[in-house]
């Protein structure tokens, strides 16, 4: 069984458009995070929820918005893309998000916007 | 801004050969986390070392931690075709809540 899943796996896009990244883990999990990894394989952490509640936002425009419809979800939702916003995006799980934050990664979902 | 920095950037070793690479970090941290990475995958937790540890093994995996000079190492034992990934530290620095992941070394292991 997949711990933590995404969907779509691949994105490929228009500048301008809107899309939705979807994120799940069954870990039992109270911390989510989204994470931006970009070509040089730089993985910079975008936002974390603890039990649906927004516990990170790092400078990230605010065309990206996180939603957390429960703790076992994460979804992320990206306004009027831009040819910058190519990356992979990874969602990650941890038990809590005080303690030592072992994370377990999603599979990643590469974002290509033309 | 980035935390962790990882040193060499990429390695080349045959297979069967010790694996090593470094982190530097720049703040006080409550521990320091390294992760592998398989192209086209996810992030994999491998093993974490707490503040107060010096050392810790992990079947092939040995991990040192220097507080004083702010630096890890993980050493990869007999290496593998399998090892073939990038390896990234992630720091917890104290009162931070998050992980900062330095840039990865990239080791490839040749047959």
């Known amino acids: 069984d997949t711990a933590v899943s995404q969907t779509p796996k691949y994105l490929v896009t228009q500048m301008g458009n809107d899309k939705s990244i979807k994120c799940e883990q069954n870990?039992?999990?109270?911390?989510m995070y989204w994470y931006k990894q970009d070509s040089k394989k730089f993985l910079k952490i975008m936002f974390s929820?603890?039990?649906?509640?927004?516990?990170i936002n790092e400078t990230v425009p605010n065309r990206f918005s996180p939603k957390s419809p429960d703790k076992a979800h994460l979804n992320l939702h990206i306004n009027s893309l831009e040819l910058g916003d190519s990356a992979v995006y990874f969602c990650?799980?941890?038990?809590?998000?005080?303690?030592?934050?072992?994370?377990?990664f999603g599979p990643g979902t590469r974002l290509l916007v033309l | 801004s980035q935390q962790g920095e990882e040193d060499p950037q990429a390695l080349s070793i045959q297979e069967g050969e010790n694996a090593t690479m470094n982190c530097s970090y720049k703040?006080?941290?409550?521990?320091l986390q390294w992760y592998r990475q398989n192209s086209g995958r996810g992030l994999v937790h491998l093993i974490l070392?707490?503040?107060?540890?010096r050392e810790k093994h992990s079947g092939r995996l040995r991990v040192t931690l220097d507080t004083s000079k702010k630096s890890s190492s993980l050493l990869i034992t007999a290496s593998r075709a399998a090892d073939t990934a990038s390896y990234f530290c992630?720091?917890?620095?104290?009162?931070?809540?998050?992980?900062?992941f330095g840039a990865g070394t990239t080791v490839t292991v040749r047959a």
């Open positions: 990650a799980s941890s038990q809590d998000w005080t303690g030592e934050m072992t994370q377990y």
């Open positions: 870990l039992g999990h109270d911390t």
């Open positions: 929820y603890n039990n649906k509640e927004l516990i």
């Open positions: 703040t006080s941290i409550n521990n």
């Open positions: 070392i707490r503040s107060n540890e």
């Open positions: 992630a720091t917890d620095a104290r009162g931070d809540y998050k992980l900062s």
